[in-house]
């Protein structure tokens, strides 16, 4: 009996390990794919910009109400919902024939992957009642969610290439089947539990974050001070300082904010938003340059990220270790300084840089991602009680996927608005007239070797578009490297200032409800 419970306890922990690993890896295995999806659909990049975003935009806007649906339900049963409309969503957009379907397609599954994810912390913590084993799934499933992310553009690129675009989606169809019928066999049924659904919360937040990202990624091609970028970014501002008042007013909020009260929860927490603002706003652009600029077929711009997936995959269980002996501090603060490190030394490297010159940064880019992800699932589990474990685990991914969707819109407003002025000014030079700037700025998108849109260009103009396009991702990179680096100070000096490890509950005292602050 005892063999039989460990046997499936393993399969418990594959299920939500694969599953999560899918999640992730829909992250970012679209990146490669961006190219051409921009050049068969006739999309710019804003309208790249919304297929990445339409997925983590749902996804952070609906993981902390999927948490909570999970404590009322039961997080299995969500779990399971979740892993089906993912499932559905990829096969909708495999077969999307046009921008629109294939933006509502990500949607469906950034539903999906929200309704999923909270509830894997939790079973974790259900399946694993021995602290060292539970210490160890963690870890596991941690790696596993950073796997995800560094292999998506390994294996994206050769699909594209041999596939075609669809195929990034299509992969996901077998695995939720998969892990949909393990999910009915082997995850455990917790029983639900009372909790009031902050539908208040998820009213102010959902379209907070849509306009905010709206106006983040119109901005720079609307120009800053039009009426509706101006309209949805005030509106934006409005909603989301409504939401911050309303959740801390409730005693059950969609995201528990006196998490950042405590030093190593909040430092936590911070940590997986700046990782994700960094990385995703990275990996966003990158293939776009390798593919456009550079001229790499998908399959080229996906093995160039080999180097990154094996310091990924040497780091995760270093960071374990670490942590274990250390405690989180040592290997956050390292892989964060370790991040901007790498994301900096990009900047150092032009259209003409040559794969070894500028390898060690993906080197440091996979170690530094590797070293963060344990020690932020397990800095903020260590301290919230097991009532608590659902809410934490939504609030981590919330933030995580939060940074990728702010980072993907900051820093591609950096660069838009960059690489908007730069060919201004180098057009200007060529007599070219100011209004043909926007068509020839989206030619990056849709370039793929061999042809697309920029191979169309006249030389003097490709130049143009390769120099100014490549000013702006260094623009972009070094914004990003300068947040972690500063975010690697404050951990530091979070985590040195916090207390030990005390009673949960007494790190976050549940105030009394208010009167008339309830939700449905």
């Keep these: 009996m005892e063999e039989s419970s460990a046997r499936r306890a393993r399969l418990a922990l594959l299920t939500l390990c694969v599953t999560m690993f899918m999640s992730m890896l829909d992250n970012v295995i679209v990146n490669n794919a961006l190219p051409r999806i921009g050049r068969d659909l006739d999309a710019g990049i804003s309208g790249l910009q919304w297929v990445a975003e339409g997925y983590s935009l749902v996804y952070a806007a609906f993981v902390l109400t999927g948490g909570a649906l999970g404590d009322r339900y039961g997080r299995t049963r969500v779990f399971r919902l979740g892993l089906a409309l993912f499932t559905l969503g990829s096969a909708l957009a495999a077969l999307a024939g046009t921008i629109g ?13 929200a309704l999923l994810t909270p509830g894997s912390l939790t079973l974790i913590r259900h ?10 799934a963690i870890a596991t499933w941690s790696g596993v969610s950073a796997l995800g992310l560094s292999v998506g553009p390994v294996v994206g690129g050769p699909m594209v290439e041999h596939l075609g675009w669809a195929s990034v989606f299509w992969i996901n169809v077998p695995i939720g089947v998969a892990g949909l019928l393990l999910a009915v066999r082997v995850l455990p049924d917790i029983p639900p539990r009372a909790r009031r659904i902050d539908l208040g919360g998820l009213a102010l937040s959902a379209p907070g974050l849509g306009l905010l990202v709206y106006a983040l990624i119109e901005g720079p091609s609307r120009g800053w001070t039009d009426a509706r970028v101006l309209g949805c970014g005030a509106a934006a501002a409005v909603l989301l300082l409504a939401f911050l008042l309303l959740e801390l007013r409730l005693a059950e909020p969609m995201l528990e904010l006196r998490l950042f009260r405590d030093g190593m929860l909040g430092g936590a927490l911070l940590s997986g938003f700046v990782v994700s603002f960094g990385m995703f706003g990275a990996s966003f652009f990158l293939p776009l340059m390798m593919q456009g600029t550079l001229g790499w077929s998908p399959a080229a711009a996906g093995y160039a990220g080999l180097p990154m997936t094996a310091m990924l995959v040497v780091a995760a269980p270093l960071s374990g270790r670490l942590t274990a002996r250390h405690g989180p501090r040592l290997p956050l603060v390292l892989g964060l300084l370790l991040c901007a ?67 993907i819109a900051v820093l591609g407003a950096v660069l838009t608005n960059r690489l908007t002025d730069s060919l201004t000014a180098a057009l200007h030079r060529l007599g070219v007239p100011p209004d043909a700037v926007g068509p020839i700025a989206d030619a990056p998108t849709g370039a793929v070797h061999g042809g697309g849109a920029a191979a169309a260009l006249p030389g003097p103009l490709r130049e143009a578009v390769d120099g100014a396009f490549v000013d702006g991702i260094h623009l972009a990179v070094l914004c990003g490297a300068v947040a972690l680096a ?30 008339g602050a309830r939700s449905a």
Excluded: C
Excluded at 101 to 113: E, S, Y
Excluded at 127 to 135: D, H, L, P
Excluded at 503 to 513: C, D, I, Q, T
């Design 101 to 113: 379907v294939l933006v509502g397609a990500r949607m469906l599954q950034g539903v999906g992957a």
């Design 486 to 515: 500063v975010t690697a100070g404050l951990v530091a000096v979070l985590f040195g200032r916090a207390r030990p490890v005390v009673a949960p509950e007494a790190v976050l005292p549940r105030p009394a409800e208010p009167a």
């Design 341 to 407: 490190a790498g994301l900096g030394g990009l900047s150092l490297y032009g259209d003409h840089a040559r794969y070894p010159e500028y390898l060690w940064t993906l080197v440091a880019m996979g170690l530094g991602m590797g070293l963060t992800f344990t020690p932020v699932s397990i800095g903020v589990m260590q301290r919230v009680t097991p009532a608590q474990a659902g809410m934490a685990s939504a609030a981590i991914n919330t933030l995580r996927e939060l940074g990728g969707v702010l980072g």
């Design 127 to 136: 399946v694993f009642t021995e602290e060292q084993e539970r210490a160890k």
